[in-house]
């Protein structure tokens, strides 16, 4: 289902001839070199957790690969076995390189199940609130406010030390603090949307409720769908970081960017910056990219400022 | 106002009521502090006489029940690994993060707020756009990480502030707060820059946007026609539109300032009750755990109350009661 969004809403160009909607918001998009670099860069972080264990110049987590005699050497630093660390080891001998290399991939893999799961589940409960209102709406919005009034690193902390630790567990707390934000902003948008005529038209149809919402009501409430997920998907990288810094996060097993940073924590006072260092630029590039890309989105997809 | 004031009080109590069952049924639910306190060679009777001692035989619901009555007197246990009210323990370190957290309050009014006003002034200058670019990298940085670079570069290459503690303490008007102290300056300077530091960037942003809205405004030309200077009418004029949403929003993140905390003093070591409840989850101190997430709850839900009751006094424009049904 692409979102289609000029098309439904009649708003086609005539003179664009083969031009579709989506090509001429790629068009705008691109029209910022700001939001073309953080694109180029966030695709290409991409690309590295995709390829992450093929490129990588070691198994950083297999120990038969790692050497305890190359621990803590300095960035650009030669190992015994004749291997070249550009970014140094950490205390165990492993190339920081290729931690970072597995722990994008971690980050980015989290972030983004999280993200899609709390979309999906707070569209659901946005739409239902909007299109059914009464009791049902009061009682979702009730829930999403009392949620939000809560700072997320509080929810996360409540639901970590109910739940316990683990992957799952994170990402159960990664889509309760996300779910609130796509519940309201579906339920803004459609219940603007629900008094359209393209609506009243598919009722009159008499078509089902489910195709009425999925098919209509839903791809016209995108656009500032999307533009929530971007940020969240940056906010829930962020938070999984910070978690797994406390020792709450992610287990050592599957180390994310934020543990490593912790790992790096105690050497950070003899000096050895390059342990917490390095994985907190890869961190920062990938937020501030996803940032780019969101804030463009944001004036892209915004009907006030659309020309 | 008072049928609102006592409808809003009523919502908080009961979200209040929710988040403690939530909370203790959840914490309820987690591991068996027994096998973390008793050694592992200890007697069958051991054990059981300690699981008394700690009230942990008890059914769920009654266990629940005593805790609430036990609450609404201000005891929410004793904590298994000090063998001290929790909340005692809670309220001895509370200073500390709240002392953490205004400080971290006043750098973001002090800072957040000359710098949003020039950018919204000169949005086209350089200097502008840089303070732009710089909120929008005060979003993006990880909050933890930018502690760590902050003691690396001030306390381990520059060696010029102290990294971890809150430093020596003074009494004054019987609070004892090391804000009374030179030395306890130079130890909250870090960790509130490092806490401050997203806020920044937030009150830049809006208070950039509300500058930029309010001066296309009739008010501002009407005082600009009435021949007062720019300075006045920015000052005076624009500010008192654009404070309310800033205030606002000032007052709510200061209950997330108070849970972000969590990750400051970690960084800092600094004593307050954010790094207790990290410490607490690891050894599964349930009264502690219980009694930190109550008291902060009490702490936003009381923030958020006062926020709305301060919206409608500061805005005449804002009817909170409503309409009489």
Same mark, same amino acid.
């Given at each position: 289902m692409t979102p289609d969004v000029g098309d439904l809403d009649g708003?086609?160009?005539?003179?664009?001839?083969? @031009?579709t909607p989506l090509g001429r918001l790629a068009v705008e998009f691109f029209e910022s070199r700001l939001a073309g670099i953080g694109f180029t860069v966030f695709a290409a972080i991409a690309l590295v957790a995709l390829l992450g264990p093929v490129i990588a110049p070691q198994n950083p987590y297999d120990l038969a690969q790692l050497d305890i005699l190359d621990g803590r050497l300095e960035p650009l630093s030669v190992g015994s076995?004749?291997?070249?660390?550009w970014l140094g080891t950490d205390d165990?001998?492993?190339d920081m390189l290729s931690a970072i290399l597995y722990g994008v991939r971690t980050s980015l893999v989290v972030g983004a199940i999280s993200t899609a799961a709390a979309l999906v589940l707070g569209s659901a409960l946005g739409l239902i609130s909007a299109f059914f209102g009464d009791r049902i709406d009061s009682l979702i919005m009730r829930a999403a406010d009392i949620q939000l009034s809560f700072p997320a690193i509080l929810i996360a902390l409540i639901l970590i030390a109910v739940l316990g630790k683990g992957v799952d567990k994170v990402i159960i707390a990664l889509i309760t603090v996300q779910w609130a934000y796509y519940a309201r902003t579906v339920r803004g948008t459609a219940l603007v949307e629900r008094r359209k005529e393209y609506i009243e038209a598919a009722v009159s149809l008499a078509l089902p409720k489910m195709r009425i919402l999925l098919r209509h009501l839903l791809p016209n409430c995108l656009p500032p769908l999307v533009v929530v997920a971007t940020v969240q998907i940056a906010r829930a990288i962020t938070l999984e970081a910070t978690l797994s810094f406390l020792g709450?996060? $992610?287990p050592i097993t599957e180390p994310s960017l934020g543990l490593l940073i912790a790992n790096g924590f105690d050497y950070l006072m003899s000096g050895r910056y390059w342990i917490s260092f390095f994985p907190g630029i890869a961190l920062l590039i990938t937020i501030v990219s996803i940032n780019l890309i969101g804030d463009r989105l944001r004036d892209v997809l915004n009907p006030r400022l659309r020309r | 106002m008072t049928v609102f004031l006592i409808r809003r009080l009523m919502q908080s109590f009961v979200v209040l009521i929710i988040m403690s069952l939530l909370v203790f049924v959840g914490v309820f639910a987690?591991?068996?502090?027994i096998d973390i306190l008793i050694s592992p060679d200890a007697t069958q009777q051991e054990i059981e006489r300690a699981t008394a001692a700690l009230g942990l035989d008890k059914p769920m619901w009654e266990q629940y029940w005593i805790f609430l009555v036990n609450a609404a007197h201000g005891d929410l246990g004793r904590s298994f690994v000090f063998n001290e009210p929790a909340v005692g323990i809670i309220l001895q370190r509370l200073p500390a993060t709240l002392e953490l957290a205004l400080v971290a309050m006043l750098l973001t009014v002090v800072i957040g707020v000359p710098l949003g006003l020039w950018a919204g002034l000169k949005p086209d200058a350089f200097s502008g756009k840089t303070i732009m670019a710089g909120s929008i990298l005060g979003f993006s940085l990880p909050t933890f990480w930018v502690g760590l670079m902050l003691i690396m570069l001030?306390?381990? @290459? $520059?060696?010029? $502030?102290?990294?971890?503690g809150r430093g020596a303490t003074a009494e004054f008007l019987f609070i004892r707060s090391s804000l009374f102290t030179r030395d306890g300056w130079a130890h909250v300077a870090m960790p509130a820059t490092n806490l401050a530091l997203v806020n920044i960037a937030l009150v830049i942003r809006l208070i950039r946007a509300g500058v930029r809205e309010a001066l296309l405004m009739d008010y501002v030309k009407f005082a600009r026609a009435k021949g007062l200077g720019m300075r006045r009418v920015i000052l005076v004029h624009v500010m008192k539109n654009i404070m309310i949403p800033v205030i606002t929003v000032l007052g709510l993140e200061f209950g997330s300032l108070i849970a972000f905390a969590v990750v400051t003093e970690t960084i800092f070591a600094w004593p307050g009750m954010g790094k207790l409840i990290i410490d607490s989850i690891n050894l599964l101190d349930r009264p502690v755990i219980v009694a930190y997430l109550m008291l902060t709850v009490l702490l936003v839900t009381l923030i958020n109350l006062l926020v709305d009751i301060a919206y409608s006094v500061i805005d005449p424009r804002i009817r909170l009661a409503e309409p009489e049904a």
């Open positions: 708003r086609v160009d005539a003179g664009g001839g083969r @031009e076995n004749g291997m070249t660390y165990q001998g492993r709450l996060g $992610l | 987690i591991g068996n502090p001030f306390a381990v @290459e $520059l060696k010029v $502030l102290p990294s971890n």
